[in-house]
């Protein structure tokens, strides 16, 4: 099956800094990749849909400007968390669809975010 | 807003026995997918099911979807250890439609 990286799989930073998470589709290419937040025990939360060459569409009442995502190729997207609040401390997984008319998303192994 | 509500939400049993978890909706989906989960990674894909009454087997897991597209079951015959974690359906509401609506999620734990 399709593989889908992220890095770094865990990041500890103090409040205020900011932390870029990388999604990677390692074999195939990717025209959407989806980024999703998930606190503990629970199921994961859509924050946006990212697609290559273009901005990100972010659901309702994730902050743009808090979340930064970029989707500069069609192997990678970025996610930046900007100046980072204990509140933010979570576990963000990235997703990749190969191509339009597929429902398919391969996940990536998440990325644990703890901010001090 | 398509909300998928699974149940049970915890579910503890022997090894050995069988056990369904439902995912339920009043909204149609195009199609629906099973994932399931471990602690720190990503969901892992189980199944597609696109057609309305459609039956799919992975081994001993039978997956379900209903005949309106609005529910799903999955039965796990003989449960093990191994099928220990969090199970997640999740559905899209239309053809092409990229975004993934996750139910709720069911947390499976099998007792050897």
């Known amino acids: 099956g399709a593989v889908v990286s992220q890095h770094p799989s865990r990041v500890i930073c103090k409040s205020g800094t900011s932390v870029k998470i990388e999604c990677r589709s390692l074999?195939?290419?990717?025209?959407?990749m989806f980024w999703y937040r998930q606190f503990p025990k629970q199921s994961l939360m859509l924050m946006a849909t990212s697609n290559e060459g273009s901005k990100a569409t972010y659901e309702q009442g994730v902050e743009k400007d808090k979340f930064l995502i970029n989707h500069a190729s069609l192997t990678l997207s970025t996610l930046t968390v900007t100046s980072a609040h204990p509140e933010d401390s979570s576990f963000y997984i990235c997703?990749?669809?190969?191509?339009?008319?597929?429902?398919?998303?391969?996940f990536g192994p998440g990325t644990r975010l703890t901010v001090l | 807003t398509q909300l998928l509500e699974q149940s049970p939400q915890f579910l503890s049993i022997q090894e050995g026995e069988n056990l369904t978890v439902y995912c339920n909706s009043s909204s149609v989906f195009s199609s629906l997918q099973w994932y399931r989960q471990e602690p720190g990674e990503g969901p892992v894909l189980l199944v597609t099911v696109v057609t309305g009454g459609e039956v799919k087997k992975l081994k001993r897991l039978t997956f379900q979807f209903g005949d309106a597209r609005k529910d799903s079951s999955l039965h796990i015959t003989a449960a093990q250890p191994g099928d220990t974690g969090l199970y997640l359906c999740?559905?899209?509401?239309?053809?092409?439609?990229?975004?993934?609506?996750f139910g709720t999620g069911t947390r499976l734990t099998i007792i050897p």
């Open positions: 997703s990749a669809r190969a191509g339009a008319g597929t429902d398919t998303q391969y």
């Open positions: 074999d195939f290419q990717a025209t959407t």
């Open positions: 999740a559905g899209t509401a239309v053809v092409g439609n990229e975004k993934l609506t």
